[in-house]
Antibody, heavy 116, light 109 residues
Framework: EVQLVESGGGFVQPGGSLRLSCAASGFTFSSFWMSWVRQAPGKGLEWVANIKQDGSEKYYVDSVKGRFTISRDNAENSLYLQMNSLRAEDTAVYYC?????????WGQGTLVTVSS | QSALTQPRSVSGSPGQSVTISCTGTSSDVGGYNYVSWYQQHPGKAPKLMIYDVSKRPSGVPDRFSGSKSGNTASLTISGLQAEDEADYYCCSYAGPSYVFGTGTKVTVL
């Protein structure tokens, strides 16, 4: 059974940093692109970032470029999102998702709240 | 990277059909056959319902169907059931990024 479990969310002040993690199991992690998708409270879904199987390609939505970094550790079956210079508008539930030109499996999400 | 346009809400009685539109551009919906649809119940993670425009994952009822014409994709729910009441989002590959729709709330009357 495919499982994706996010962790690392929490409360942070504007300008602060957080690192999200996603533990994957039940599939060959190193064979898939992976993504982070977020959802602000009461709002729609927004794709945040993608990373290729070997980590050699990474893509970001314009609003997080230069502030967020997606990475992965295939030996640990883990996906990460380093978030720096956080802003109030980054407040959201962050989901990790497996990518196959679509998002076929999702985690339960982790809430990030940016507020003073 | 503008969001795809969906109606804010649609509604129907049990047994009826509803269709949700998803309008993009030639850079996303019109440019690739990689449109997918997600169902999201309150407080839950999204669930894949349709991928590659019209394919259904295993376990998704055949009441759900997808199509595309030009820059507009559509999701049709036939034989509407109470458990179909949820938010629905379209998504398109936009090489190499992805863009989601604005979301549609489906209400079963």
């Amino acid at each position: 059974e495919v499982q994706l479990v996010e962790s690392g969310g929490g409360f942070v002040q504007p300008g602060g940093s957080l690192r999200l993690s996603c533990a994957a199991s039940g599939f060959t992690f190193s064979s898939f692109w992976m993504s982070w998708v977020r959802q602000a409270p009461g709002k729609g879904l927004e794709w945040v970032a993608n990373i290729k199987q070997d980590g050699s390609e990474k893509y970001y939505v314009d609003s997080v470029k230069g502030r967020f970094t997606i990475s992965r550790d295939n030996a640990e079956n883990s996906l990460y999102l380093q978030m720096n210079s956080l802003r109030a508008e980054d407040t959201a539930v962050y989901y990790c998702a497996r990518v196959s030109a679509y998002f076929d499996y999702w985690g339960q999400g982790t809430l990030v709240t940016v507020s003073s | 990277q503008s969001a795809l346009t969906q109606p804010r809400s649609v509604s129907g009685s049990p047994g009826q059909s509803v269709t949700i539109s998803c309008t993009g551009t030639s850079s996303d919906v019109g440019g690739y056959n990689y449109v997918s649809w997600y169902q999201q119940h309150p407080g839950k993670a999204p669930k894949l319902m349709i991928y590659d425009v019209s394919k259904r994952p295993s376990g998704v009822p055949d009441r759900f169907s997808g199509s595309k014409s030009g820059n507009t994709a559509s999701l049709t729910i036939s034989g509407l059931q109470a458990e179909d009441e949820a938010d629905y989002y379209c998504c398109s590959y936009a090489g190499p990024s992805y863009v989601f729709g604005t979301g549609t709330k489906v209400t079963v009357l």
